[in-house]
DNA sequence: CAAGGCACTGAACAAGCATTTAGCATGCTG
DNA sequence: CAGCATGCTAAATGCTTGTTCAGTGCCTTG
């Protein structure tokens, strides 16, 4: 009934699939996305406009769809990042598709994935790490971002805090089944954009008291910086 | 059979209960912290050595038996904070709760519902940003910390981040099912401690143009601070 | 045209779940 | 003693879920 497409078949793994499979596929990390990773088949195939047993028929179970969804943003996240180096964009993967409006669902199924935890969080989160050490060592080097004593931590600490709080914004102020991703992102940029850059120009303390008493601590002296 | 207490009974609502009521609610408490709130009900019977049936006659259904678990905890919450008013605590409630090390199934709880989303995670943020906030402007007005053009979106970002972060550090490398929020809670402030202290002591940025390009932008004049 | 493979479906199946039902024991009250 | 409420349970019920089964129609190939 729904074959609208003559493409090239390639028996093992076709690469390039505008079919039912791909519609699935899409429906699987819009709905994921949307609604959470306990969104039933039924609900997905629905929206593909397809049986719940085609699902079976070409993932093989829900496992399988979930799989081949992470390898699919896993794939875009990768040539996002290939761009990223010609261009020398120094924003994170997860910026960079923030950005665009039409990929507002990948993000969406970006902060299920962290909520759910699993290998592609892990995956992306290290690829956002990364991202933003990089970002610090080229601003270091750059002379606007200042030198820590432990950068890969510093870096570590960023990224749990920046996904953490797009968490929490989600599940504290859209509480619903049905999330427009792009909202979400336009609220929350909006509400963090002031307080992030305050404390990351001018600090929160005033003094360094707490950080040196806490360097002491570990047995670090503290520096003399002016 | 396991009728191993004779407290008065208050037929309406009993306030002080160690029956197999409050044994259940405990059990539930630590089941929904560990395993999270998709736990069911026939494990948090079986580890209060009750019959799944019994939870249903105490409290109705699944969700009956959670908002027992939230008024639970908010009690001791706000418990928590009379003190913190009377002994001038300088910390979050989540802050107290996680410094007893016997409060550890509540923390889990509270991270839970966070995660979760619903009534009780939307109060206990507010207890956490209203925390911040009266901390911030205590240390604003002692001179420790510096002033916001926005202390009440700051407070909520800190919040958002601190929260977050603990959140995305527990789903990072606490995959299992089965969890020590001693260990979690540890290992989480071992690791964001310095680059904590380091970037609201000193900052991230080693100038203010991006602030001061906000502040432009959304047309409020940059300051002339030092 | 015959044969076979492929995408696809409706209907069933099986498991896990929350919840209900019917009943057992116990202890209190008249 | 009877009557009855209470605390509790084993077993059944019904719903939702992922998954399987037995096809059906279409397209290609011989």
Not at 13 to 35: H, N, S, V, Y
Request: a negative charge.
């Amino acid at each position: 009934m729904l074959n609208m497409c003559s493409a090239p078949r390639r028996p093992p793994e076709p690469e390039e699939d505008l079919t039912a499979r791909a519609r699935i596929r899409g429906a699987a990390i819009a709905c994921f996305g949307q609604k959470g990773f306990g969104v039933p088949v039924r609900t997905i195939a629905e929206r593909a406009g397809v049986s719940p047993a085609l699902v079976m028929h070409h993932f093989g179970s829900k496992a399988g769809l979930r799989r081949a969804c992470d390898e699919h943003v896993r794939n875009l996240v990768y040539e996002i990042k290939k761009d990223s180096v010609t261009t020398a964009d120094q924003r994170t993967f997860l910026d960079r598709f923030a950005g665009m409006d039409e990929y507002a669902p990948y993000v969406a199924y970006f902060v299920r994935s962290f909520q759910a935890g699993g290998d592609i969080a892990h995956a992306l989160f290290e690829h956002m790490v990364e991202d933003i050490e990089n970002y610090l060592a080229a601003g270091e080097e750059a002379g606007t971002v200042r030198p820590s004593r432990d950068p890969a931590a510093r870096a570590r600490f960023l990224a749990m805090g920046h996904i953490g709080s797009l968490q929490m914004f989600l599940t504290m102020h859209f509480p619903g089944p049905d999330i427009d991703f792009r909202e979400v992102m336009r609220a929350w940029s909006e509400r963090i954009t002031l307080p992030t850059l305050e404390i990351y120009s001018e600090g929160l303390f005033t003094n360094r008291a707490m950080l040196d008493a806490y360097l002491l601590y570990v047995g670090d002296p503290p520096e003399e910086e002016s």
